[in-house]
Structure formats: C-alpha cells, structure tokens
C-alpha cells in the first residue's frame, strides 16, 4: 500500500501516507484511504480535508504529465450504492475533487456486487466501478465471484475529451467448470 519511490512527484520526504502513487508505464493508481474505526454494526469511511487536498494536487500533477489516473478507494463514492451505515461520509467533497481535478477511473471494493456508476469530471464523465467478491465459490449465478481487468489505451474512444480508452472485461467463476470464463466486456 506504499507509493512507489518518487511515486509521488515532487514529493519531500517524508510523504504522507495516503493518497499512495504507483506508476506503471502511462497508468498512474492513486491509493485513497477510507479507513475509520466504527462502532459495532457500521462499516462507514471518510477520506479527510488533508488527504483530499493531497488527492486534489496529485490528481492535477498527474494528469499534466498526461498519466492514466486510475482511483483506488474501498469506499463507493456514488450516492445510493450502499446504506448509510456502510457509506463514505464525505463522498460528495471526493466528487468534487473528482469533478475539479479529474481521473480516467475510479476503482471501488466495499459492497461485494458489480457496480458501474459515472461522476462529472473536467472533461467528461469519469466511469467508477465495483466489483464483486472474487473469492465466493457458491453456486448462486447472482453472487458468484468475479474480477475485472483493464485494458487501457491511449487515444479518446468513444468519449469525447477522453484521453485514454479504457475495456473492462469481466471474467465470472463457473460452478460447472470450476474455472473463471469471460463474462462480457464493455469500453467505460
């Protein structure tokens, strides 16, 4: 969960914690921290002023060094995606970095369902995605365990201002087979 070394431009040792920057080729993946202690029964998160402020100036760095900026965060960030007892209490304050400064994706666990939602960005929608569990080895066809992966290209796609064209491709556990099968693929 650490930033690579110089993960983090112009960074002064020592860096905060979070957000955590690794670089890999044109992708950058922005670690965001939602951790909170909870009281028994609730799973709810915040992200915090100084790491949105962090989250906001690595963003707009990023993106001027022309990177992929892909968000990783536990927390769904979109209204309505989980109960309010389960919810990220400042997610509106993250839209608005995200909206203000921009990403190419944001990348959420938490809720153990798929999930694909958008949020206003500088240059267009930005595609925010959840997954489900991908350890559930049951034979319910509605929760079986699922993973995602990413294929990014640069060039704009489908979207208008986009930088980068990102597929998603969902690989789903077969009971069957026992094995994980394409399950469908999608440009966000």
């Not at 431009?9 to 921290?33: E, L, M, N």
């Not at 769904?76 to 608005?96: K, Q, Y």
């Not at 064209?165 to 069957?176: E, F």
Request: glycine share 10%; with cysteine; charged share 25%.
């Amino acid at each position: 969960m650490a930033s690579d070394p110089q993960g983090i431009p112009d960074a002064s040792p020592p860096a905060p914690a979070f957000p955590t920057v690794r670089r890999r080729g044109a992708i950058a993946f922005v670690g965001v921290c939602t951790a909170q202690p909870t009281p028994i029964f609730k799973a709810s998160g915040s992200v915090g002023t100084d790491q949105r402020e962090r989250l906001q100036a690595l963003l707009v760095e990023l993106g001027a060094a022309g990177l992929c900026r892909v968000v990783l965060i536990h927390h769904p960030i979109n209204d309505g995606a989980t109960s309010r007892r389960r919810s990220l209490s400042d997610a509106r304050e993250v839209r608005a970095v995200l909206r203000s400064a921009g990403a190419e994706l944001v990348l959420h666990g938490h809720n153990h369902r798929t999930q694909i939602f958008q949020v206003s960005g500088p240059e267009g929608p930005i595609p925010v995605v959840g997954v489900r569990s991908s350890s559930y080895m049951g034979r319910k066809l509605y929760k079986r365990a699922r993973y995602h992966i990413y294929d990014v290209e640069p060039g704009a796609g489908d979207r208008p201002g986009a930088r980068f064209r990102v597929t998603l491709r969902t690989r789903a556990y077969d009971p069957v087979t026992g094995r994980f099968v394409p399950d469908g693929e999608r440009v966000l």
